[in-house]
């Protein structure tokens, strides 16, 4: 049977038209709904059947897309949905869509076709109002948020309070000249982030130096050393996320530049890896075990067909001082610093 | 449909024995194979047609099962599976067993009843020859070793010669007091390991000094601690795999004994993080991308009835020298020792 999906390109259209024609909840140019509705009939599409086949033979499977599974923030999520998924009575299905849009729709066509009861998705579609329209089956947004006109299901922590809470920490610290290394900016996690650093920069007379970053390693090494040659007297690194800290670190370290003593850093996410750094790294860290499990608890009742009214959840953040920063007061006083440290 | 295990559960016999009376590959008991035949016959279980439908509504979809998505070492496993598998064109489902060999049946039922073409299991099963005889695709066996009676599909490092390079190296480097952190032994991987220190440590004369340890941070830092305690005059110690040698560098650390000046630190992987940690890691390097390559490229070449005539491929490992470790020549000269530190 065909996927909406299928139907779409059949008919040269978006799947948000497709789904638009199907439920009647917009108008669509009449030329094209009669396209689209040929296609629906030569492909024997029907949704009711589908709908009625998904609620009979639920398949107690439940898919959850993630951008890459080479961060451990993905993998801790991923985890954690798990966790309440198993305890609901649902299998985990992972799967990695390696930031590439085209692997991503192949995934939502193979959980559709597996009938997967539900899927959890952070998506790296820029636009990703099609993606929840045309899904047939309940589906959360994990991480990012969803424009305002889908009004999707969606968990995420707040990233401006994030963004906002590193820098006043960093500022606290003594720091002036603060760099953000921010991630790609058309994921509304990094875009809302940087709004944060920008409205504390402003708020505190500081000047905004970005350096634009991708949310990985390899990305990171580079970018830090970009970073020290554009920007050679920052005294404050704000890293897109803590894999980009850890690279951060990583370069300072071998370059010989004290942390945090000449140069501070705050990460983003607080991953198990934050803790187990050397220096320990400080971070704003995201509720990631509450994000993961909310987000499978609301898939869960949405196919049990359990009310959610609200539809937006955003989780808050928390600032974890570790290593990599140090109060401006506890600067002349070594030893408190490290008794401090220690209990971190 | 009914799946083996299924059939299996409700004839009171193992999946081993259902596929035997199926298969008629050996002898089983006419009592059993009567009440095996009689399930059989009640929940209608068709292996022919089965596989039939396997042959011809290929579901392009190949299943891996990872012990946990929270050791890098299979992500990065996975990520290598899953390019070939794209590059083949099958999807990959990723599912964690969380080590719970109940969650991994699961997983294995629900692969089948969506027609997965193909399923690459690091298995937690003790025993894993029925696992292996009741799947009704192709499987591989990763990272682990299948008993010779079932001569199944497997894909590996040399974790023996990987446990025999490690404690040679830090044997060179001037340990006579090496500490083998070694993780479960129930996983061939693990004995393996701990085979080749035992081995190596008769032929230099030292004393063998073992430590259990499970595969992750949490037990890591643990078993890290008791290891100081009991063997104070630790000088050398060989991690159970790269996340266990990231806590032992962590406790080393918060307890100010220097590395490697005091105690050297090798790990087994060489996951992209072992080069990122401060220190960076000396390690054992596993071809992870090659045995993940390896095993779609078999499941592949499997379902698309291609002949495979090697059933195990073990595949190469190497010694990488990074900052955790130095040779005991350089001992003397720390200027030349930090000058080959900073190009490794």
Redesign the interface.
């Known amino acids: 049977m065909a996927t909406i999906r299928e139907i779409a390109r059949q008919a040269h259209v978006s799947p948000a038209t497709v789904s638009r024609v199907l439920n009647g909840t917009a108008a669509v140019d009449p030329q094209t709904e009669a396209r689209v509705l040929k296609v629906i009939r030569e492909t024997g599409y029907r949704p009711n059947e589908v709908a009625r086949s998904l609620s009979k033979r639920s ?1 107690r ?1 439940i898919g959850c897309i993630v951008p890459t ?2 961060n ?1 923030f993905f ?2 999520l ?2 954690a949905i ?1 966790d309440e998924s ?1 305890r609901r009575g649902y ?6 869509s ?1 930031e590439d849009p085209a ?1 991503e729709e ?2 939502i066509d ?1 959980l559709e076709r ?1 009938n997967a009861d539900g899927i959890i998705i952070t998506t790296t579609h820029e636009e990703m109002d099609a993606l929840i329209q045309a899904c047939p089956v309940p589906m959360v947004i994990l991480d990012r948020a969803p424009s305002k006109e889908t009004n999707a299901y969606s968990v995420r922590a707040d990233h401006y309070q994030g963004g906002r809470l590193a820098t006043e920490h960093l500022v606290q610290c003594g720091c002036r000249r603060i760099v953000m290394m921010c991630g790609p900016k058309k994921y509304t996690s990094a875009a809302k982030r940087l709004q944060g650093y920008r409205d504390v920069c402003r708020e505190q007379g500081l000047e905004p130096r970005e350096v634009a970053c991708d949310f990985d ?1 390899a990305d990171g090494l580079l970018k830090t050393q970009q970073l020290l040659e554009h920007f050679p007297d920052v005294d404050g690194i704000l890293a897109a996320n803590d894999v980009v800290a ?2 951060v ?2 370069v300072l ?2 370059q010989k530049i004290p942390i945090p003593d000449q140069i501070q850093v705050v990460g983003f996410d607080n991953i ?2 934050s803790q ?3 220096p320990a790294l400080t971070t704003i860290g995201q509720p990631i075990t509450a994000i993961g499990t909310m987000a499978a608890a609301i898939v869960a009742d949405l196919v049990e067909g359990k009310d959610q009214p609200l539809k937006a959840r955003i989780l808050p953040v928390e600032l974890v001082i570790r290593e990599t920063s140090h109060l401006q007061s506890n600067r002349a006083n070594g030893k408190a610093v490290d008794a401090w440290r ?1 209990k971190s």
Chains 1, 2 share one sequence.
Do not use: G
Not at 91 to 96: A, E, F, M, T
């Open positions: 398949s499977i599974i080479a451990p993998t801790e991923a985890r798990e198993f299998k985990l299905i992972l799967c990695n390696d692997k192949a995934y193979m597996m390693f850890l690279s670190v990583k370290a071998a198990y890896l187990l750094m050397t220690m």
